[in-house]
Antibody, heavy 117, light 113 residues
Framework: QVQLQESGPGLVKPSETLSLTCTVS????????WSWIRQPPGKGLEWIGY???????NYNPSLKSRVTISVDTSKNQFSLKLRSVTAADTAMYYC???????????WGQGTLVTVSS | DIVMTQSPDSLAVSLGERATINCKSS????????????LAWYQHKPGQPPKLLIY???TRESGVPDRFSGSGSGTDFTLTISSLQAEDVAVYYC?????????FGQGTKVEIK
């Protein structure tokens, strides 16, 4: 079973870049598809974007101008960068394996990122 | 965007009784070429990541108890827990993957009456 673990700073200042990494074990990162999802406190789930095994990326239009998802095959990791953050970006961030056509079949435990000065 | 609307927002059900959660999409998520509905259901417990229960609207993920079932087609879908157990207390989400912008419902909180 594929296992995922998010890592990165828990506190980011407004206007800076949020950077998170997801380390994958139990599977080869280049052979699978990957997503980032977030959940603001007290709110529902929001899909941020994905990167396919082909390298193709697709982002939520509401975040597209600020988001980059990339893969580092040498480390079996994929990453999220969200630029110019505001308090509205405060959320639990999850990395996930996208199964098949678009569901999320394996999730990391999540990491809470707070945007505050 | 395809907007997913769940109902009710919360429900309380007695142990052993049936729980029914509805999910309505703003447009059809049925892909005619393969006759599949691009819809999944998740269970989310506090302090844990969401867990995939069902995909293709009615296909149960491996290891998911058979008291969980999904049904529906087009724009109207249902997640049914046939006999609620204490460990089923959670928030449940539907999610469509039909469009290039994947979206979730707002969630339905299930509690014990």
């Amino acid at each position: 079973q594929v296992q995922l673990q998010e890592s990165g700073p828990g506190l980011v200042k407004p206007s800076e870049t949020l950077s998170l990494t997801c380390t994958v074990s139990g599977g080869t990162i280049s052979g699978l598809d990957w997503s980032w999802i977030r959940q603001p406190p007290g709110k529902g789930l929001e899909w941020i974007g994905y990167i396919l095994k082909s390298g193709t990326t697709n982002y939520n239009p509401s975040l597209k101008s600020r988001v980059t998802i990339s893969v580092d095959t040498s480390k079996n990791q994929f990453s999220l960068k969200l630029r110019s953050v505001t308090a509205a970006d405060t959320a639990m961030y999850y990395c996930a394996q996208s199964g098949g056509f678009g569901w999320f079949e394996n999730w990391g435990q999540g990491t809470l990122v707070t945007v505050s000065s | 965007d395809i907007v997913m609307t769940q109902s009710p927002d919360s429900l309380a059900v007695s142990l052993g009784e049936r729980a029914t959660i509805n999910c309505k999409s703003s447009q059809s998520v049925l892909y005619n070429s393969n006759n599949k509905n691009f819809l999944a259901w998740y269970q989310h417990k506090p302090g844990q990541p969401p867990k995939l229960l069902i995909y293709w609207a009615s296909t149960r993920e491996s290891g998911v108890p058979d008291r969980f079932s999904g049904s529906g087609s087009g724009t109207d879908f249902t997640l049914t827990i046939s006999s609620l157990q204490a460990e089923d207390v959670a928030v449940y989400y539907c999610q469509q993957y039909y469009s290039t912008l994947w979206t979730f419902g707002q969630g339905t909180k299930v509690e014990i009456k």
